[in-house]
């Protein structure tokens, strides 16, 4: 049994897992990061890095060199089968409410750069965490393999599926969506697609965003019945032909993409849960509050959750009541967030004619202002002011 007390345990070698082992670092605590895979390369193609992720990136002094990475986003519009807007956020207005920009990045490229940051003897693979132990101030964390490592504190990070969280809260199993997801990138240099968009239809839904390095993010969204057999083998053949009468670029997208670029898989969460700390063990990123990507903050909010942890560890008090601060702190705020992606990704998927008609038509005359009340409550609120003792 590998046993070193006085340190972090970090289960989970994900945004939420480095990020932690980082901010940890940076304030001179010893963390160390466990992962179940054999190898970290950030599979799940690009994702968003909204303002309020690239605010707790500058908490944790990474946003310059993060910003790098990442491309640029003025822009993102939601609209119909047939090119027509829907609905024009202001970016602009978004991203001044905390002086920061918005960025899409591809999740190997972050992960890379994560991973640079922390010593290689302080991340360890292959280490699939099924159970823990607690005795007196102390946890153990025991892996498949038969090994085990006790530290003074365990930060849970192990994403959706996480065996930790199920033994902490037995009721908090994986919800499906009700609609699978396909996602790809592939290279920019023939459609030479500048803006970000998501196209709402009676087919599916289909993101689209350019990335760094002349590379195309995109994802396609269809209802089904989970782990839908027939779905899980579709090729870039069959959604081509799902999407055919789509507008352009998205046939031409999927014409480009590689059948070995293609990922697959069920779109779930968790239902929002009452408890996040547990005396010196503390749920982060998806294992807390895994989220639909309706709203593209799943990863910032991971991000998030570190600011805040780090704050609230640079207070000196008890390991439990930092951690209980912390959960103060987020869990309003994370549970409507899972909740509100929930909503939008049921309206974003309705596949009946009459009513997407309406949705469509009341979308298009909604003043702006209304459009924006949903994406305002969420990132008006700096969240690192969100003091533990208040309600949100």
């Known amino acids: 049994m590998e046993a070193t007390t006085d340190r972090f345990i970090i289960i989970g070698g994900g945004i939420a897992g480095l990020c932690a082992a980082i901010g940890l670092q940076s304030i001179g605590m ?6 179940g895979a054999q190898k970290l390369k950030g599979i799940g193609a ?25 491309h640029f986003l003025d822009s993102y519009n939601i609209l119909d089968d047939q090119g027509h807007i829907l609905v024009a956020p202001d970016t602009k207005s978004i991203s001044s409410n905390y002086n920061q920009d918005n960025f899409a990045i ?13 010593p290689a003897e302080q991340v360890h693979l292959g280490k699939r965490a099924i159970s823990f132990t607690k005795e007196k101030e102390l946890v153990t964390v025991h892996f498949s393999d038969g090994s085990s490592t006790t530290g003074k ?50 087919k599916g839904r289909f993101g689209m965003t350019p990335l760094v390095g002349n590379r195309i993010y995109w994802y396609a969204c269809i209802n089904s019945e989970a782990q839908n057999p027939i779905l899980k083998n579709w090729t870039t053949r069959e959604l081509l032909a799902n999407f055919s009468d789509y507008h ?5 997208i999927i014409q480009e993409t590689k059948e070995s670029d293609l990922l697959w898989n069920d779109i779930i969460d968790i239902a929002p849960l009452s408890q996040l700390a547990f005396d010196n063990i503390l749920l982060m990123g998806d294992a807390g509050h895994a989220t639909t990507p309706n709203l593209g903050q799943g990863a910032c909010q991971a991000i998030e959750d570190v600011a805040v942890l780090i704050d609230e560890l640079k207070k000196h008090t008890t390991l439990s009541e930092t951690f209980k601060n912390v959960e103060r702190r987020r869990l309003a705020r994370v549970n409507y967030i899972t909740n509100t992606s ?12 009459v009513l997407i008609n309406i949705r469509n038509f009341l979308m298009k005359i909604m003043p702006n202002k209304l459009k924006q ?8 609120v700096d969240f690192m002011k969100i003091n533990a003792n208040e309600k949100h």
């Open 30 to 35: 010893e963390a160390h990061v466990y992962e």
């Open 46 to 70: 690009g994702f968003g890095l909204a303002a309020n992720a690239m605010q707790a990136l500058a908490y944790l002094d990474l946003r310059d060199d993060i910003s790098k990475l990442g």
């Open 106 to 118: 591809h999740r190997a490229d972050l992960h890379q750069f994560l991973l640079g940051k922390i």
């Open 153 to 202: 504190a365990l930060l849970i990070a192990d994403g959706v599926h996480s065996l930790l969280r199920q033994q902490l809260i037995p009721e908090s199993a994986p919800r499906y969506s009700g609609y699978t997801c396909w996602r790809a990138t592939i290279d920019n240099s023939s459609i030479q697609l500048q803006k970000s968009t998501e196209t709402w239809g009676k």
């Open 248 to 252: 352009a670029p998205i046939p031409r």
């Open 342 to 353: 929930w909503r939008v990704g049921q309206i974003a998927q309705w596949d009946n004619t």
């Open 373 to 380: 009340s949903q994406i305002n409550r969420l990132l008006s």
